[in-house]
């Protein structure tokens, strides 16, 4: 069992910049893909990145070039930088683990409020 809690939301004047962090109970070390989704209201969920155990970075279209996903396996933790944000941003973020068996873990999310 993996228990994710994300922190580091909030509300953000477009243009400024916020770093969600995402806390795991367990050792990530292992764990063989770490993200980020998100979830605006009345909108599908929908993968904003990834990072695999061998540090390899995966993006959604509209963040490539504003946000960077990092991971720290010494600590357990996995980062979500956030710049430039828009509008459009403003969603439920959730944080996510793979592990190698295919099981998922998923956290209870953080809100980002990005005013226009």
């Known amino acids: 069992q993996v228990q994710l809690v994300e922190s580091g939301g909030g509300l953000v004047q477009a243009g400024g910049s916020l770093r969600l962090s995402c806390a795991s109970s367990?050792?990530?070390?292992?764990?063989?893909?770490m993200g980020w989704y998100r979830q605006a209201p009345g909108k599908q969920r929908e993968l904003v990145a990834t990072i695999t155990s061998g540090g390899s970075t995966n993006y959604h279209d509209s963040v490539k070039g504003r946000f960077t996903i990092s991971r720290d396996n010494a600590k357990n933790m996995v980062y979500l930088q956030m710049n430039s944000l828009k509008h459009e941003d403003t969603s439920l973020y959730y944080c996510?683990?793979?592990?190698?068996?295919?099981?998922?873990?998923w956290g209870k999310g953080t809100l980002v409020t990005v005013s226009s």
């Open positions: 996510t683990a793979r592990r190698w068996d295919g099981m998922n873990y």
């Open positions: 367990r050792s990530i070390s292992s764990i063989r893909v």
